[in-house]
């Protein structure tokens, strides 16, 4: 698979770029490819807090610094969230030569870069390929070894890179309804931001936001991404968290250690969402081996929410060492199956009532033998924390929109 994927976005990327070597705004890039066999960052599915989901366009250096005050003070750092991510609104104008600069929201980045990483974290950054980003604010288009060189300067951990006015800014006036022409021009521009931050020599997370388009998964891996979305934005609401775990069928062979698919940032604590809702998002995204980027206001998290993100079972089978994304393995009615190979010959086995109540599918009965399972298994409940036995065409009665979460370390599988 790899090597496949390897092949064909050499094969793009060399007409990618004899398409775009004939336009002024892309100078010849010469850093060197990383290779895929030594990624650097990103070995398990990065966790941290990204200011987009709560804060959008009002989010302010002081946000940020708080944010990262509270990540260390309700434990989420010891628990694993790393990455303190300013998302989009924090750019300003760029001078005669070209600088970019903050604006008034954030006076001195280097100085909060320092402030973060002072409390032992690290701290990401939003741009994108076109002239303008998502809100309007300055992109990187035409800058892009400056931009990398001013975000390694400042000491930038991660870099969220989001598509937007590329498409109609490039893409569509470059290529008017050539959806091929318009799709080497895409992957040239995240090309040219990768080498652009490899030139740097600073290790530095790269994330691709471009909607989960033209197959993203299959090319991203080999360009040094080391996450993508896979679908347009999350929001706080049941039927928007269930329609993107849908959308995830299939994409688990292309996640591995240094380069995972991203559903999107949790929406954990915001919102309307319940209790139930909160706990099997988290669920999901953990038997995704998704990113955990929480998106929530720390500083007034309610104790039940700081419970869920920081239950660090869960965390476990989301950073598990195997890096193996789980997958649904069978439906019945409204209730879902997951099951999520894990280190060492463990798996986590998700149930889940998508329901919109607990009669949808009433009594459920598990089966063990489409897990490939055979006879009762020992577990532990993650939510509980309780030792559960399953056992073949068990009844299970779940809440609307709850899920039963449970590790199993030493199953039994059918022969
Ligand atoms: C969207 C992106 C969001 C957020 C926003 C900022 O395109 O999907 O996650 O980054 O832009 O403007």
Redesign the pocket.
Known sequence: MRAFASLSFAALALTAFSAVSQTPTTPKVTAPKASLATPQVAQTPPMGW?S??FF??KVTDKNIRDSADQIVSTGMKDAGYVYVNI???WEGERDASGVLHTNAKFPDMKALADYVHSKGLKIGI?SGPGPK???GYAGSLGHEEQDAQLYASWGIDYL?Y???SFIPEVMEKQAPNDKAAQMKLMIAAYDKMDKALKATGRPIVYSL?Q?GWDAVWEWAPALGGNLW?TT???QPDWDRIYAIVSQQEGLERYAGPGHWNDP??LEVGNGKLSLAENRTHFSLWAMLAAPLLAGNDLPNMKPEIKAILTNREVIAIDQDRLGKQGARVYSEGEVDVWARPLAGGAVAIAVVNAGSDRYATHPFHLNLRKLSLDGSQTGKDLWTGKTVELTENMPLELASHDVLLVRVDAPKAAK
Request: aromatic content about 16%.
């Open positions: 990204n987009w989901n959008f366009g998302d989009d609104t939003y980003t998502c809100a969220k989001d598509l937007c936001c909607y979305r347009g934005d999350v999107d940032m």
